[in-house]
């Protein structure tokens, strides 16, 4: 269950009441968010059992329980695939409103709504209309993940147009601030090719790579370890969403993995070699060495956890025993000796009565942290420089 306990009420900019359309994960944890800093918050949706479930963890109050609240705020937030109806049919309700979107694709939606603020010769239907798009979500869909915290320290992408009024882009941008956001203004179709490398192929690829695990011997299964879990996280997203989001977003994404296939093709035939005339034969090495350093360098582009320039972590590796409350106590262990966790990774095998911790840590204060640690009965593995 998601993050549904009453915060503290914080100064907000956003003006309400705001109206949230579509009562799914981002739909359900906004309107979370906004009540939290004391705004109204009127819900829609055409599914009333996701609607009356939003409602039940207190994101909102449903559209038919309010029906003469006339909203300063629309926020989207369906499927990409319907976005541009909903924005279109909300600009025509609610004439003094600015109306903004969530999907996480952006060119269709926007060259809809222009086309239709030409069409009827009106330019004030396009000047209320802002796109945008947080980088938020989990594996689990619906309000049920719904969560406070979901948008907090998150990139959010205002996608403003040329008709975009001053007022309409200040309106959206403190909504991402009033959740905890970071907003970021870029134009559609940088939006849309930029999430397609960071967000939509990486979707495809580690979907592909466990669909190859369907029809795995349990043997290679029990064999699993924090490599696979990593890269195949994503992979239990759901897929109606993600078929919605990729044959919005076909032709960034297409682009993409046109490369990635060239890369794979020229692997593939010096591995073949290898395979055939023996691994010091016919460029195989050469081949993996690129393949692995391109990823290197890829990796050390990725901006740290505050954003900007990558930064570099000591990481140190604690066996946490697999029981209540182990995990809760190396954490209060790293706060007793004053020591900021700056990231965290947890692998557990299969069969293993323990796990294994990996802490990122100032690198200033790692050999006192192991020592400390040490005199507090947990087992220090080992410690390495990471990005």
Known sequence: ?????????????????????????????????????GIDVILDDTSPTSLRLAQDIGAGTPRADAPDVVPALVVV???????DVCVIEALRTYPEAIVTDVA????????????????LGDPTIASRYVGSHPMAGRERSGAGAADTDLFYGSPWVIVAHESSSPHAILAVRALAGDVGAVPIEMDATAHDRSVALVSHVPQLVASMLAARLTEAPAHALDLAGGGLRDTTRI?????????????GNAGPVCEILTRIRSDLDDLIVHLEAAAERGPLRGGSVGAVNRVISAGNQGVSRIPGKHGGAPRRYAEVEVLVPDAPGELARLFGDFGEINVNIEDLALEHSSGQRVGLARVSIDPAQLSGTERALDERGWRVIAHSPIN
């Not at 996480?104 to 069409?119: C, F, I, T, W, Y």
């Open 235 to 247: 992979a239990a997203s759901d897929p109606r969403l993600w078929t919605a989001i990729l044959a």
């Open 77 to 83: 937030a369906v499927p990409p695939d319907v976005a």
């Open 1 to 37: 269950m998601g993050n549904t306990h009453s915060s503290p009420q914080r100064a907000v900019a956003t003006r309400g009441p705001v109206l949230i359309i579509g009562s799914g994960l981002l739909g359900a944890s906004l309107g979370l968010c906004l009540r939290a800093g």
């Open 104 to 119: 996480s694709v952006k060119v269709a939606v926007v060259a809809d709504v222009l086309a239709e603020s030409q069409r």
